[in-house]
């Protein structure tokens, strides 16, 4: 096929790429929950004939509600059923019923940890912040195999089986850049376009809308949080191929239900019945402000909880050691410790333990009030809401514990190592601490607030919505979730106090915590670069100069091979700088170190070892031949004391061999001793050592040569910063280009050079490798606005001493005018 | 007041001058808008309790309802009650009634034509496309001061009053990029912080979202509107900042509407009340497609069209003599065409001509059905919907009018030179549009299309909804309108039908025609990119060596005045190169032009000639009168003889003495003629010329010095990109960083320079510039892999050479270890 064919195809491709990366997301949703839609809509269909006798007047509306709920029922796959099934089964015995709650989940967790650990220990945990990492420009290629792919799915199935409190965005959002990126490596092999790096970011940024949107169903929200939760800096020409991307698996995935014959037609997932003429009143606004700013501060508290026991697990050694030893104990351990806390008879009955994460969300954004139930409303109960209401507790009690619990149960959740996320039960909690203060609220003002005649009641539900909102908001520092929010309940009458909680909630959370993807980066130390905060204007302050490393490894062009070696010795940095000589310093490039390390092997490496070594050997048999025949052992004599002379000289020359090459040393005077001595007559031990400093010689006048860059790749314009850019700028120009390393110039001089460590290190403020300081405070005085120039100039100066110094021919002579003008 | 107490206050003064600039915004707002609210408000309460009594039913709704669409009523401000008092008091002439339907329009757009003309003409128009420009980086300032604020508001003003089809959003991002600026400066006086220019760009790039958010009091909608508009690359750490300053001024915009008894609580501005169980069928779904296909297709036409306008307005050189003698003339003209057009007794009663563009909008999203009044709705005909209803014309052929008029019109008006937006026109078009092909598909499917039973009827009203969405997003190529109508409407059940409808009107849109945005930016030719189009492939494959000048206008480190003075009198690039020497072409830095001019002038400025004039002319002076003493005859012919022979030699000299400097030279003459001459006591010409060609000689001098750099400013890391950077990626880079021109360098090596020029040309595909050239298709056929390193050695090589050829004393010979080795 010729290659404009090629590339007219691979055109139209894109796009179905795209939906493909969709609809093969939603392939995998629905895989999860509706793969066991088939046997249960009988049941469905007899639930909802059930509910229908049961009260004729509630036709239409309520045929589709249940539905919904059915669906909910569904959706929490063959594990909710079966460990119903057998714990409803088991009811004349507690221990039974117990056992039969508990060895599901634990089953389920164990094989999925398993699972994962043998396959792919890469697809453990949400994968959005190895996502952050990679659309930052770092190849993390292991978090890309089909390897993990399998892993991931495989395993995100069983855990969310489980019913332990863990999430799917995240993994979702792995999962569909999984797909992006096998689907790019397989249109790869038609060639054309696809083999281009950048066109690979793009497919990734777009699967990451894909991953969130068919989540929720949710493909403005989708496209957002993944925007906000990956990226830095955002192309804007990206954006529509994410709603793009986001629309079709939203859709894919709703239409499917609809063909499920599970819903009439295309709906929300949490749909919503709250009022529409008035939503809530203005003088509500502070008590959804005060949910913002608490959902803030348990957002961190949130974070801090899940970090701290990462950090307590690795840090205690005898747990750690067990642990290692056994790794499937932990996540074990741990899901046994929360579903026995949730066990229903038992503890479980005062925190709504019965229900599944899908029925406390949707219970808990209900339009009807619980704490006061003599209101009637035009909805009737919905079975599951009696999980909330214990005979002898309020039901305030039950929501505290609901909150409590769930919290530091959702923060150990996720540090089970199975693929998981943790967006939902935030989620969850944020609704359910909505749920308290809006029942609150209704207890407090049981005819509403409005004092204008007319009787609007407070509703709960909203306050739900927006808790669920600004909690999981605050976790993940977004304020896409506000929009989630609004396509996951189908209303956006609450969007005011949406907003006004979700922006409260992430000025608190931002200012105590990281997010919590940020900090899972720190926890795994992957190669990011934290975000600036706000507020901080020494970022301003600080120059590049104040944080760069001076003492930078260069080659210079003209260097020799002695010096490469050197060099190669003792940096780190992937790159070297190539500048045109010492005293000069101008910056030409950047080499790989790879580069220059197969330079080096050109130049010492075996082959031209032996073939030196097959050389000399020749070379000396030949002069050993003519040396004995005259006379042997006069010849002997001679070519020993010869020999001697040689050895003394040489030692005294080759003294400063390095150890590195002792080695090679050892493997010449095996070679001799193998090859070489057999065929001659008379090996004495000073000639081979004789040898071996000839070739330790040869070695030296090997290092000693020019290095001949011809066949190496240069980079002929590493990124360059002067060395009074800001910190912040510096910031901003690392990640928006996604640089890993950038080097100071003045006036073309190479000075200093700043890596993503140093950087972070002095955003982090905890500045203390060596070589690098921080501005004092005080810095902030400084005037900045002249002494650049002066500094520049200073530089400028000594470039310019020296070419004069150095009286270059060049095409004009300046003395000859001076002497003119004289 | 110490330095860190400022930087503390004005950190909490951030956060308020952020709501200063949305509550400032909103001010402007309810000043246009709420401007009449008090002596409104008795008529609106009597309205209200006279549509109460007309029904008893419909109490609670109804009422809030009532409300709104008062507010509606009094939203249109004074202009809209004068003109339908004058129109409705002259009942019985209908002549008058035109005069008076007229009158108003007219004098308003001239007044504000005129007004905008005298105190800032930069106000005229949208605004959106200059903040795009600003954003990038380009400094537009005369686009930021208080002149263009204060004639922007009063214009704007004016320009709304007129009932012309035009809108505020573009005028109210540039109001409050205005606010941002200015408070920006004001800032700016108590230093820190505020002097940053990124700073401020990040200040912008939030008043952006503050001027669509208070507009439609969409925050969610108006920050991604703006995004989407004013960005190539957003900073997700500004998101924030603008959902912080959108939400406030949404907040505040509609509580002002709550405190000033409008409304009963914080609702949607457009609230629509489909039905949330059933809003639409599946199987509607192709019609909504169809909606947005030829929303895209009618976006394209509409930015076509406008362009259109403005260019025959500007190609016709007789109506533009005319025009531009008589300012004012061509918005009057217009004016008076579109309203008379509009007029109601004439032909507006065929298209809903007695309505303003709100009460149009309200009608439109409409939820009950007109065509088909047979069926019995829950809500009673409110009286604007009326006009839609002729008595001999079909609701079809008024839509249909409705729409063909309007387009022209909007795209007419939008040409006057007034502050002006086009969003809202179109938005409405849409609506009409969608509203034309719902009625039809209710006029098809009379019982709806869903066939399970229950008759769920066609909402025109959603359709009406998708339309506008759809055909906005195409003439914008936004998807975020899908956002503003669902916050504008109050419900998200249609955002799947939005969703898709606004995608594939990007699509076609985006294939056949720049967004209007982009639209004006060519027109008024400002210093923007272009994006990059989606699936052109030859971006990846044109390399940067392909559209690069390489004829760099360059200046040396040894250079002497004469080089620096030849090079400024031939570039145009705002900076020059600065290499090491012109053999070796290292890339040292750059210099700003008037940095260079300042040294050129430094060197042979005024000061300095007319105090070597003295120092001659004293010198002279010495001479003559000690050459003039010995003998008087003798001397003076011997000092005349002297003299010529110096002309002479000095002619041969000065021969090429350039004509820039002639004027100096009559100066100078004159200068002689008029202080030194009177002094001496003889005269003489040839003395004179003697004198003229010295100082030309002097000239000559100076130029021939070497350039001194100390005291100039020089950029010591320039851009730079490598010859085989791809022009995807170039765009990128160039966008990402808002460059106006990068250094292609190879090595270290400058080879040439590209410019936003030479960009701009290679993306358009105009490529005629000299000494551009594009790739050929078949370059996509070339293997990118292997021939650079190639290339990249060969420079190298030449680099290599030179050095080694100049054999500079360096710290290690070659040629000592060839000999060794031998």
């Not at 509910?51 to 007047?57: A, I, M, P, V």
């Not at 569909?176 to 940024?205: D, H, V």
């Not at 709960?460 to 909690?471: E, S, T």
């Not at 005037?783 to 100066?797: F, I, K, M, R």
Request: hydrophobic content about 45%; charged content about 20%.
């Amino acid at each position: 096929i010729p290659a404009p064919c090629v590339a007219a195809i691979s055109d139209k491709l894109i796009s179905k790429g795209m939906s493909a990366v969709s609809s093969l997301c939603v392939c995998v949703s629905l895989q999860m929950y509706g793969r066991y839609t088939q046997d249960l809509g009988v049941y469905a269909k007899e639930e909802a004939a059930r509910l229908r006798e049961g009260s004729q007047r509630r036709s239409v509306s309520e045929r589709s509600r249940t539905l919904d709920l059915l669906e909910y029922d569904k959706g929490r796959c063959a594990k909710c059923r079966t460990q119903k099934w057998m714990y409803g089964g088991l009811d004349s015995n507690v221990f039974l019923q117990y056992l039969a709650w508990v060895t599901y989940p634990v089953v389920l967790i164990t094989f999925s940890a398993g699972f994962t650990q043998i396959l792919a220990p890469q697809a453990v945990g949400s994968g959005i912040p190895e996502m952050k990492t990679i659309l930052r420009g770092v190849v993390l290629k292991e978090y890309l195999t089909f390897k993990t792919f399998v892993a991931k799915v495989i395993g995100l199935t069983c855990a969310l089986g489980s019913g332990m409190p863990l999430g799917k965005e995240g993994p979702f959002v792995h999962i569909a850049s999984l797909c992006a990126a096998l689907l790019s490596k397989f249109m790869s092999l038609f060639g054309g376009i696809y083999e281009n790096e950048s066109r690979n970011i793009e497919m990734l940024a777009a699967a990451c809308a894909v991953g969130v949107g068919c989540c929720f169903a949710a493909p403005i929200g989708g496209v957002l949080f993944s925007i906000e939760v990956t990226s830095t800096f955002f192309a804007v020409r990206n954006y529509w191929r994410g709603f793009f991307a986001a629309t079709f698996s939203a859709f894919i995935f709703r239409v499917l239900a609809v063909w499920n014959r599970d819903e009439e037609t295309i709906t929300a997932l949490f749909k919503t019945r709250f009022r529409l003429d008035f939503p809530f009143d203005l003088q509500e606004l502070p008590a959804f402000a005060v949910i913002g700013i608490a959902s803030g501060f348990g957002g961190a508290l949130f974070v801090y909880l899940n970090r701290l026991i990462v950090q307590f697990i690795r840090k205690q050694k005898a747990i750690n050691k067990f642990l290692m030893k056994k790794r499937l104990l932990y996540p074990a351990l741990v899901t046994l410790l929360v579903s026995t806390l949730t066990f229903p008879p038992g503890f479980g009955q005062f925190m709504a333990g019965r229900l599944t994460q899908k029925e406390s969300l949707v219970t808990l954004l209900d339009n009807r009030t619980w704490a006061k139930q003599g209101i009637a409303e035009e909805f009737d109960y919905i079975s599951h809401s009696q999980a909330w209401k214990h005979p002898q507790v309020n039901v305030f009690v039950t929501l505290v514990l609901f909150i409590v619990m769930k919290f530091w149960m959702s923060a150990l959740a996720t540090t089970i190592p199975v693929p998981c996320g943790a967006f939902m039960p935030v989620f969850v909690i944020g609704a359910a601490f909505g749920r308290l203060v809006g029942e609150s609220m209704a207890a407090w003002f049981p005819d509403g607030i409005h004092t204008d005649g007319t009787i609007y009641p407070i509703v709960p539900g909203g306050y739900a919505v927006v808790g669920a909102a600004a909690l999981s908001g605050a976790v993940t520092h977004t304020v896409s979730t506000a929009v989630i929010v609004f396509e996951l309940t189908g209303q956006i009458s609450h969007i005011l106090p949406v907003m006004i909680a979700v922006i409260l909630a992430n000025a608190v959370a931002q200012s105590l915590q990281p997010s919590l993807y940020d900090s899972i980066i720190r926890i795994k130390k992957l190669p990011y670069l934290p975000e600036l905060g706000w507020g901080h204007h020494e970022y301003y302050n600080i120059r590049v100069e104040d944080i760069m490393v001076r003492d930078v490894r260069y080659i210079t062009l003209n260097c020799c091979y002695r010096d490469l070696h050197d060099v190669l010795l003792t940096g780190h940095l992937k790159t070297l700088a190539l500048v045109e000589s010492a005293e000069s310093m101008i910056l030409l490039g950047s080499i790989e170190r790879a580069q220059l390390q197969s330079l080096l092997s050109q130049q010492l490496g075996r082959p031209r070892r032996l073939e030196y070594i097959r050389e000399r050997a020749a070379a000396e048999k030949k002069r050993l031949s003519v040396v004995s025949n005259p006379g042997s052992e006069d010849g002997s004599q001679r070519a020993n004391h010869e020999v001697r002379f040689q050895v003394r000289e040489a030692t005294a020359r080759g003294a400063h061999i390095s150890r590195a090459r002792f080695s090679w040393f050892f493997f010449c005077w095996q070679f001799f001793c193998s090859v070489i001595c057999p065929l001659q007559s008379s090996p004495s031990s000073s000639l081979l050592l004789f040898y071996f400093l000839q070739i330790a010689e040869w070695e030296e006048q090997q290092l000693d040569e020019q290095v001949n860059f011809n066949n190496c790749k240069i980079d002929p314009a590493p990124f360059q910063l002067v060395e009074r850019t800001s910190l912040h700028k510096t910031h901003t120009i690392f990640s928006l280009l996604g640089l890993d390393h950038a080097y100071v110039t003045s006036i073309g001089r190479l000075i200093g050079v700043v890596s993503l460590k140093e950087l972070r290190k002095a955003i982090e403020g905890s500045v203390t490798v060596k070589g690098v300081k921080v501005r004092p405070p005080l810095a902030s005085f400084r005037d900045s606005g002249t002494s650049s120039s002066e500094n520049e100039a200073t530089e400028l100066h000594k470039l310019w001493d020296r070419h004069k110094s150095m009286s270059l021919p060049r095409e004009h002579v300046p003395s000859d005018s001076d002497e003119k003008s004289q």
